[in-house]
């Protein structure tokens, strides 16, 4: 199927991408948070989301937000990693008070990427300096397999302030019992990150549980990539469809210095799924309807 660009174009047009990874990083990055605004406006996106493995972002896409007088939505949040204080209630209640959007659990530090991957990297991708290693990742159950305390709080703290959280890389076993538990809670706003992805790759029948609950589930262009051998594009598309576009959203997880720019990630991403089949009206539902529920917080900042 030939995709005109015009298609490609309106799909982009008013769209968010809830994941990418701007500089300053320990990773290599390929563009700062200006620099990723700029190509955001060129093609009229909406906004997107700044994500870092190293903790907030809130200040980084306060200011990127106020340089470009508001000509774009530039979302900031907070990764729970042990660099960026762990399960601390105190740190998350600060960063939802200066305007997180998303409250992310532990990506590189959770224990179940340090099993996958053996590290706080992702086996050939390493930071740039060695981060002091964990001997134990993080998880949201003490030894006994109860919840922790501070999780508890946190999920109030989210509940309270009606921010969005993201499952970051735990383990599909904590995912269903964090979102569970979530709910529970009061928490309204809940994205299950790339669960496309090895470190957590999950069955499309479990995907379509979590989004009977509510949750939605992140479908990102990375995972795509033969070298992460994760998933091809046609069982992605027949995932989405079998979970419904209306409880998934698209992002690129792009900003890697050896991947293309997000912006023009997207495109390709989009056009990959038009060839497919894949309706235009559920890729706007997935761009551009659903990342907007996700990120438009009742939350008061500073």
């Known amino acids: 199927m030939t995709v005109n660009a015009a298609a490609v174009d309106r799909c982009l047009k008013g769209a968010y991408d809830l994941h990418i990874h701007t500089g300053p990083s320990l990773f290599k990055r390929g563009l700062d948070d200006f620099e990723m605004a700029e190509k955001a406006l060129n093609v009229k996106m ?27 939505n530039i979302i900031g949040g907070h990764v729970m990693n042990i660099q960026a204080g762990g399960f601390n209630p105190y740190v998350v209640d600060a960063q939802i008070k200066l305007g ?25 991708m390493k930071s740039t300096h060695a981060l002091m290693e964990v001997q134990e990742g993080l998880t949201i159950n003490d030894d006994k397999g109860v919840l922790l305390p501070d999780v508890v709080k946190i999920l109030e703290l989210i509940a309270e302030a009606d ?59 990375l995972c795509l990539h033969p070298s992460w051998k994760s998933i091809d594009p046609e069982e992605m598309v027949e995932g989405i469809n079998q979970i419904g576009a209306e409880k998934c959203i ?9 991947n293309p720019d997000p912006v023009e990630g997207m495109k390709h991403f989009i056009r990959t799924l038009l060839k497919l089949d894949l309706a235009q009206n559920k890729i706007a539902l997935m761009l551009k309807d659903n990342p907007y529920k996700l990120i438009n917080a009742r939350s008061k900042t500073i």
């Open 46 to 72: 909406k906004g997107f989301l700044i994500k870092a493995h190293e903790g907030s972002t809130v200040s980084r896409a306060y200011l990127a937000k106020k340089y470009f007088k508001n000509r774009v």
């Open 100 to 124: 997180a959007k998303v409250i992310w659990f532990p990506t590189i530090s959770a224990a179940n990427h340090i099993k996958h991957f053996g590290s706080l990297q992702y086996g050939a």
């Open 163 to 221: 921010v969005c959280l993201s499952t970051g890389h735990l383990s599909n076993e904590e995912i269903f019992i964090l979102c569970r538990k979530a709910y529970e809670t009061g928490v309204k706003k809940i994205i299950v990150n790339h669960p496309d992805f090895e470190t957590n790759r999950m069955a499309v029948g479990d995907q379509q549980k979590l989004a009977q609950l509510g949750v939605y589930l992140e479908k990102s262009l």
């Open 250 to 258: 698209l992002t690129t997880d792009y900003g890697q210095v050896e």
